[in-house]
């Protein structure tokens, strides 16, 4: 199985202050169809896992402009430009490429200083 | 764009099985393979199978192998995932999600207690 790691594991930020989030596979993500099946999903406090970006570096609709996604291979990176107060929760990669089994980072949780 | 809507909150005792329902609404239910995703309180994301209503296949995480059954009735466009066997480790909110379309029901809690 692939083994996604996320770092961070917790992440405080000020508000307004940009975001970084790491996560790195034990094998390269890259499909035999060319593409790279790596999503990245927020969890806020008591909610479902909602997707914010899929295949490195789409975001999902009506994902505001500040979430990036980048990399390749088997390293990524999720972006926040500017963190505001509704961006607190866990995040978590994962993924798509190698399934079964799909597989998820450890998740990082975000709060703010 | 569908929706998924699970059932409620379940309790039960240890070496019982439950089963969670998923109702897909707002597109064609055989058009997605349905996923089952479980948390444990605090914890992360855990696949544990998924299964295609078209055909009726399935596959299932190695760890949940023997024990979890996922079913669907397509005239009612619902899914369902049965564990069977459960232990206090089961306790979790279990999803269902369309994987590849990011969409996530609700979440229902299951408890497993004695």
């Known amino acids: 199985d692939v083994v996604m790691t996320q770092s961070p594991l917790s992440l405080p930020v000020t508000l307004g202050q940009p975001a970084s989030i790491s996560c790195r596979s034990s094998q390269s993500l890259v499909h035999s169809d060319g593409n790279t099946y790596l999503s990245w999903f927020q969890q806020r406090p008591g909610q479902s896992p909602r997707r914010l970006i899929y295949q490195i570096s789409n975001r999902d609709s009506g994902v505001p402009d500040r979430f990036s996604g980048s990399g390749s291979g088997t390293d990524f990176t999720l972006k926040i430009s500017r963190v505001e107060a509704e961006d607190v929760g866990v995040y978590y990669c994962?993924?798509?490429?190698?399934?079964?089994?799909?597989?998820f980072g450890q998740g990082t949780k975000l709060e703010i200083k | 764009q569908v929706q998924l809507v699970q059932s409620g909150a379940e309790v039960k005792k240890p070496g019982a099985s439950v089963k969670v329902s998923c109702k897909a609404s707002?597109?064609?239910?055989?058009?997605?393979?349905i996923n089952w995703v479980r948390q444990a309180t605090g914890q992360g994301l855990e696949w544990m199978g998924w299964?295609?209503?078209?055909?009726?296949?399935?596959g299932y995480a190695q760890k949940f192998q023997g024990r979890v059954t996922m079913t669907s009735n397509t005239p009612i466009s619902t899914a369902y995932m049965e564990l069977s066997s459960l232990t206090s480790e089961d306790t979790a909110v279990y999803y269902c999600?369309?994987?590849?379309?990011?969409?996530w029901g609700q979440g229902t809690l299951v408890t497993v207690s004695s």
């Open positions: 994962m993924q798509g490429t190698h399934w079964p089994p799909y597989t």
């Open positions: 707002g597109d064609t239910f055989t058009n997605y393979d």
């Open positions: 999600v369309l994987i590849w379309f990011g969409v």
């Open positions: 299964m295609n209503p078209n055909s009726g296949e399935t």
